[in-house]
């Protein structure tokens, strides 16, 4: 089977750091994507994790591990733009297809 | 602007109607995927045409039927829906390796469906 997991909601202050987390459990493993949804827009794509370690790009970073089944997003300097869900998704090694999770919505306050 | 562009954004129908939602890519990818979401649900792939094959959710009930003709378009047939349909569509598109690997999905807007 496969399995996502996300926290539901995160609340955070602008300025701040915060931390999504993803842990995963798939039939096969072949790439982890970090997407951004605003409400009402398409999800758009943040970043993309296929080896261990740490993947940076601006203010946003990413980080697998395969061993242990995950992931989390880093996003620094928050800003109130930043308020929005943030999809995590694998990419199943047999179906090599993308499974997403429920999505973390993220609530950036003053 | 994703380069994916979907057509209605809002649609409203009876559980007795036929309608149908179209997707269209402008980027020149081989993969074209439909997605519902719901809330407080993950995205649900429920369709996919990658190398031209088609690939489907089992689980994705006959009322929903897609359509596929060329590389660059996409639709998605409804019929006799039930009220629990009633979610964003997504349309997405992604160029993949010939293996059928799914590279970077590009989103559409989506098409808000409610069906009475």
């Known amino acids: 089977g496969q399995n996502i997991d996300q926290p539901t909601e995160m609340t955070a202050t602008e300025g701040a750091i915060v931390q999504i987390n993803c842990t995963y459990q798939?039939?096969?493993?072949?790439?982890l994507f970090w997407y951004q949804q605003h409400a009402g827009e398409a999800p758009t794509f943040l970043s993309y994790?296929?080896?261990?370690g740490l993947e940076e790009k601006g203010r946003f970073s990413s980080f697998l591990s395969r061993s242990k089944g995950y992931s989390y997003l880093l996003l620094k300097e928050l800003q109130m733009k930043d308020s929005a869900s943030y999809l995590c998704?694998?990419?199943?090694?047999?179906?090599?297809?993308?499974?997403f999770g429920t999505g973390t919505r993220l609530l950036v306050s003053p | 602007e994703t380069g994916v562009t979907q057509t209605p954004r809002h649609l409203v129908m009876g559980m007795t109607n036929k309608k149908s939602l179209k997707c269209e890519q402008h980027?020149?990818?081989?993969?074209m995927y439909w997605y519902k979401q719901s809330a407080k649900k993950p995205l649900e792939l429920m369709f996919v045409y990658s190398l031209e094959e088609r690939v489907e959710n089992n689980s994705v009930p006959s009322r929903f039927s897609p359509e596929c003709p060329n590389s660059s378009h996409l639709f998605l047939h409804l019929h006799t829906l039930q009220p629990e349909d009633s979610a964003l569509y997504l349309c997405?598109?992604?160029?993949?390796?010939?293996?059928?690997?799914?590279?970077?999905?590009?989103f559409g807007e989506g098409s808000r469906l409610t069906v009475l």
């Open positions: 994790n296929v080896l261990d």
């Open positions: 980027l020149g990818h081989n993969a």
């Open positions: 798939t039939s096969g493993f072949n790439g």
């Open positions: 998704a694998v990419r199943d090694g047999g179906f090599q297809k993308l499974v």
């Open positions: 997405a598109s992604s160029q993949d390796d010939k293996h059928g690997r799914a590279g970077e999905l590009f």
